[in-house]
């Protein structure tokens, strides 16, 4: 936000915004719709209010923007004195609402006074607590409100600073416990959930123990390569949210006369949220084994995964162990029905080479469930046999707070099978589908398309 803008735009609300009381936060109070800055829509949502009581001064504005660059000039009094004059800005009260994406900050200076307080804390005032259960509470003083204005901006500047770390440390945590749509964590659409969701995915019908219920023959000694991309869209709160999923597959039978599968995983997304770019890549290794020949395996797998975002301020990365169970009942009807269950534990881990490191320590146990239910169908398509499948998971996070601890999701999809000549007649190459998930304050809708060669 330029200064320019920060002016123009403070000056324009001072007749509409005026005549509110002096802020001074108090935890636990609702945090003040200041100029109802709340209607906004952006990522980044300020409302700043000047109130000087010793010349009946009173003037608030609020303002947007798409990326958290130059966040904290709104609270540089050098700034705020081009628009409300030097009295004003050095001995009037100063209060700021900051929504950065989700996490709210309260900052200012009481009347006459030069000391800033920046505060981390929930929608409802609530103090966010950092790793060591210490309040996300941080003051900066000096002779005047321009030197502590400045040590708060060269603290925010070294991120290698204990200050700059526990600050970012402290947003982090509110990131994944409070905002719908962050990259990292807390939401459906965060790369904790993607993690989550490839360790059981109900979709595709590439286990073990369903293509070991196909006719002999039907498996090569490596199988094929899967490969599929997604395009998602939907919705949190003023979020709006389109992102593109790919995955590649691919599993190996690395045991002699043994039909366990060791299975490599690569999905990778973009997601645009907001008009926020982020990218996220995970690295999964799991080992399918049979229980029950051609009924139940077990699965343990491990999962990585990162994720960065320049302009929402993301960088994060989770390691994850997973075990997956999968029973397969035949004779519903003309199909199957495929039985899932997962349990696992992950964990955010502190971010290497950088001095930014803004781990928000989470720790979860996440358990999901689900049926799929995998029909082969009379029509045939461009002479092939085709199928369809419908499956359903819930997902639920316990351990760490976080702003949606459990999650729905269901899909259909429809398949094309190989020709009848091909030892692969009975597998599915390519296959259609549609999918959504929903969640408390969260809602996206899904097409994609898959390939196996």
């Given at each position: 936000m330029s200064r320019f803008k920060f002016g123009s735009a403070l000056a324009a609300c001072a007749v509409l915004c005026a005549g509110t009381s002096a802020f001074a936060q108090q935890a636990g109070q609702p945090v003040p719709n200041i100029a109802n800055y709340q209607e906004l829509r952006k990522s980044f949502r300020i409302g700043i209010r000047v109130n000087n009581q010793l010349n009946g001064f009173d003037q608030s504005a609020r303002f947007e923007q798409d990326t958290i660059d130059d966040i904290i000039d709104f609270l540089d009094p050098s700034v705020i004195a081009t628009v409300v004059g030097f009295q004003n800005a050095q001995l009037g009260a100063v209060s700021g609402v900051f929504d950065i994406r989700g996490a709210t900050a309260v900052a200012g200076y009481l009347q006459n006074s030069a000391l800033l307080t920046v505060s981390i804390v929930s929608p409802t005032g609530q103090l966010v607590t950092q790793r060591n259960g210490a309040a996300c509470t941080?003051?900066?003083?000096?002779?005047?409100?321009?030197?502590?204005?400045?040590?708060?901006?060269?603290?925010?500047?070294?991120?290698?600073?204990?200050?700059?770390?526990?600050?970012?440390?402290?947003?982090?945590?509110?990131?994944?416990?409070?905002s719908p749509a962050d990259p990292l964590a807390g939401n459906p659409g965060s790369l904790q959930a993607q993690l989550t969701r490839s360790a059981l995915d109900l979709t595709n019908g590439d286990s073990l123990v369903e293509q070991d219920a196909q006719p002999e023959g039907a498996n090569t000694p490596n199988d094929p390569w899967l490969i599929g991309a997604t395009y998602n869209t939907g919705s949190a709160g003023r979020f709006d949210i389109g992102r593109v999923d790919a995955r590649v597959q691919r599993s190996f039978r690395i045991f002699e006369g043994n039909r366990a599968l060791l299975k490599f995983d690569l999905p990778f997304n973009y997601a645009r949220i907001n008009g926020i770019d982020s990218y996220s890549a995970q690295?999964?290794?799991?080992?399918?084994?049979?229980?029950?020949?051609?009924?139940?395996?077990?699965?343990?797998?491990?999962?990585?995964?990162?994720?960065?975002?320049?302009?929402?301020?993301?960088?994060?990365?989770?390691?994850?162990?997973?075990?997956?169970?999968?029973?397969?009942?035949?004779?519903?009807?003309?199909?199957?029905?495929?039985v899932g269950n997962m349990v696992g534990y992950g964990q955010t881990l502190d971010t290497p080479g950088t001095q930014a490191n803004i781990n928000p320590d989470l720790k979860n146990w996440s358990l999901r469930n689900g049926v799929a239910y995998d029909l082969p169908l009379k029509a045939r398509l461009f002479s092939r046999g085709s199928s369809m499948r419908a499956s359903y998971a819930f997902t639920q996070y316990f351990g760490s707070d976080l702003r949606n601890d459990s999650f729905h999701e269901a899909t259909i999809s429809f398949g094309i099978r190989g020709r009848e000549d091909s030892v692969r007649a009975t597998r599915d190459l390519i296959r259609i589908n549609f999918s959504t998930i929903q969640a408390r304050g969260y809602s996206t809708y899904s097409a994609g398309i898959g390939f196996r060669f």
């Open positions: 941080f003051t900066f003083n000096g002779i005047n409100r321009q030197q502590a204005f400045n040590a708060f901006d060269a603290a925010v500047d070294d991120e290698g600073t204990p200050t700059s770390q526990a600050l970012l440390g402290c947003l982090a945590r509110s990131f994944t416990r409070f690295i999964g290794l799991g080992l399918e084994i049979p229980l029950i020949e051609r009924k139940w395996s077990i699965e343990p797998r491990i999962g990585y995964g990162a994720v960065y975002s320049e302009n929402a301020g993301s960088l994060g990365h989770i390691l994850q162990g997973s075990i997956t169970s999968r029973y397969v009942i035949d004779g519903i009807g003309r199909g199957r029905l495929i």
